[in-house]
């Protein structure tokens, strides 16, 4: 460890202690022996014994390393004040520096020091001042008799005198010393006012006890009326200013005490006798005691309003601490928000107050939102739906993809997709959401709708037309009935099925006689009109489940499932009567027209289309050839109705 210049070498700092410490104790003792001795009682041989006093003083602050000074300095004082032999002093010595010592030790293992409280100046009375002088006598008690006790003085007075000596330099000295050893907090020294205060208490004070203790005759008695005016100056010092001042105040009241005492003067020298010093030592002493235990009460009080101060300032710092992690916490999540592409927003639920919205949310809303009175329904195109959302957060906690029609501060409506959470903080309810505007994918939707509806009114005609197509090309546009086309599709599926129910199916050709000359003496139109009414008069004549179609030119194929050969040729003949009897409206012509028609029944004159159709055609010839107006069956039925 490298030590600066300036630094003091431990050895030498250590023999300076010493030879100053034993300084101290001979100037002391040398001061002591001029105090006034008893000559009347002969029990306090000696004075107030102030090597006693500051002997403790030092073992209390340097602890044993003022142990060689301490006992230098009382061997020295006993040798050449006292005048001792040497070897008695050096002995008796030990024990005056022994006895200090050991009561420091013992009160700093007790944590005896500060007096801030009151149970400790109690311990240091007991321990340190009582303990250290009965010590400190009883050791010198076994050399007393070393041709060093004073003639005519017994022992045991000899004893009681250096104990109550030592008892009292060390009560004395204490509170002067105490200034070394006290701690307590500056605040006091920091204050102007009080500063001022201190320095005028401290040296009028001083003068006061310059007069009192120096100037005044002793034989007034004023003088000595006035020391009690100290002690308020002493606890006004102690309570108002720092401790160390009153101390102070204390060990300058006892040295002027003295230096009156010495001088023959002052209150504390009241007479050359004993009773007057012991009166001024015993004042002396309970000042000393009132101090002690008034600046130990004032010094408890004092740290604990430090130790609250302080706790207080460390509260204080935690809870700036705190606010300022909050507030950078607030901050980041603030830039967080900020920075979201997504529109958000914070209101109360009750009463939907906003209470902060992100810049896309103003910018979606087109207004400054931070902290006005708005609130979220007044951007709702309808308020109540407003109200659903807020029951659903009451019961749920939280909405998701909730579709609703809001508004801009412009009056610009647009549909948004609202996402709500629930909050606690502070006792009160929060909303976070997050606002999606779905204006364009709404438009997107109408627009698909609106082709789809568009689409499917398309197929819904596509239909029809190919419905209608599927008619046209199996019906006959003159006269509405189904054409051959049809006949030929139909006539297959229908001989199967009629077949696979063991049913028959009746095949009717018939066939308008003459028509060339109704056109050649009408006009083709007038052909076509009769046509077309004697396509209706078939259609009107037949079961729905009959099938009636135009087979060619002026010839009709009718096809009737599940009727007999008896009973289709009985229709047969009813149909030729009635056609025979029958006027057409045609154009401006009223005519009469007569039918052939030949019959072929399935599965009697065939059972496939060909067999059935040639069959009917043939009986149809046959009734032409046999002079028209007339019902034939097919060839091979002859026979079996006959
Ligand atoms: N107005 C009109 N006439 C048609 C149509 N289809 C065929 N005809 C006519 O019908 C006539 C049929 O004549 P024919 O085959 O000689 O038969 P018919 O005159 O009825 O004599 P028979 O059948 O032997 O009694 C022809 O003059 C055709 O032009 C049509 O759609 N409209």
Known sequence: MSTSGKTVKPWLASAGGTLASAAGLWLSALLSMQLPRSVDFGVLALPLWLPA???????????????????????????????????????IALGQSGAPLLAASMLRRQQALPFYRLSRVLMFLWCGVLGSALLSVVWSGFFL??????????????????GLGELSGMLALTPSALFLLQAEPARYSR????????MLLLWVSLLLAVVEFIVADYRHGVAASLWPLFFIALMWVAFRCRLALAYWLHSGIVLLAFAGVLLHNGAAYQDPGLSGMAAAGMLLLVQSLALLVFGALVAERRFTEDWLRRANQTLEGKVVERTRQLAE????????????PFPLAMNNLNGGGLIYANAQAESLFKCRLDGLQRRVQDFYVDPAEREGISALLR???AVRDHEVQLHDAEGRQFWALVSCAVVH??????VISGINDISE????????????????????????LQVGLREQVRRDPLTGLFNRRYLDEILPRLLAHMLALDGTVAVMMLDADHFKRINDSYGHQCGDAVLAALGAFLRDRFRSGDIVCRYGGEEFCILMPGIALEAASHKAEQLCAAVRQLPIQALEHQLHITLSIGLSVCPLHGEDPESLIHAADAALYQAKALGRDQVRLAS???????
Do not use: F
């Open 191 to 198: 204050n102007p006012a009080r500063w001022l205060e201190s």
């Open 395 to 397: 019961s749920q906690g």
């Open 329 to 340: 916490s607030e901050a980041r999540l603030k830039l967080m928000a900020d920075a979201s």
């Open 425 to 430: 903080s502070d006792q009160e309810l929060y």
């Open 53 to 91: 006093g500051l002997a403790l003083a030092i073992a209390m602050h340097w602890g044993w390393r003022s142990a060689g000074g301490l006992w230098l300095g009382m061997a020295v004082s006993n040798a050449l004040v006292l005048h001792y032999a040497w070897p008695a002093a050096l002995l």
């Open 636 to 642: 091979n039925t002859q026979r079996v109705l006959s």
């Open 145 to 162: 008799d070393a041709g060093i006790l004073p003639a005519g003085v017994e022992r045991w007075q000899c004893l009681l005198a250096r």
């Open 441 to 464: 994918r709404k438009r997107l939707e109408r627009s698909l709708h609106a082709a789809n509806d568009a689409l499917r009114q398309h197929v819904a005609e596509i239909e029809s």
